[in-house]
């Protein structure tokens, strides 16, 4: 059975930091491309951060790049997200996501909330 549980969501200051994980299992986790999205109330999902199979190569929306970082190990089978420098509005449910060709697996999400 496919899970990818989500972790490490809460309720962070501006300028705080927050590390998201994702852990998997079901899969053969080393050959996914593992991407975190966040979607905010009436809004799309959307992508935050990439690491492509392997880990050596990620990629981050312009919204996020110098303040979040993506990384996988792929022993354990885990994706993780850190999160720097934290504004308002990055306040969404964050969505840990496994691709590989056409199959797309979800976790359930973590509601990450920046406020003062």
């Known amino acids: 059975q496919v899970q990818l549980v989500e972790s490490g969501g809460g309720l962070v200051q501006p300028g705080g930091s927050l590390r998201l994980s994702c852990a998997a299992s079901g899969f053969t986790f080393s050959l996914y491309t593992m991407n975190w999205y966040r979607q905010t109330p009436g809004e799309e999902r959307k992508l935050v951060a990439a690491?492509?199979?392997?880990?050596?190569?990620?990629n981050y929306a312009d919204s996020v790049k110098g303040r979040f970082t993506i990384s996988r190990d792929n022993a354990k089978g885990t994706v993780y997200l850190q999160m720097n420098n934290l504004k308002p509005e990055d306040t969404a449910v964050y969505y840990c996501?496994?691709?590989?060709?056409?199959?797309?697996?979800w976790g359930q999400g973590t509601q990450v909330t920046v406020s003062s």
């Open positions: 690491t492509i199979s392997g880990g050596g190569s990620t």
């Open positions: 996501n496994a691709r590989f060709s056409s199959i797309n697996y």
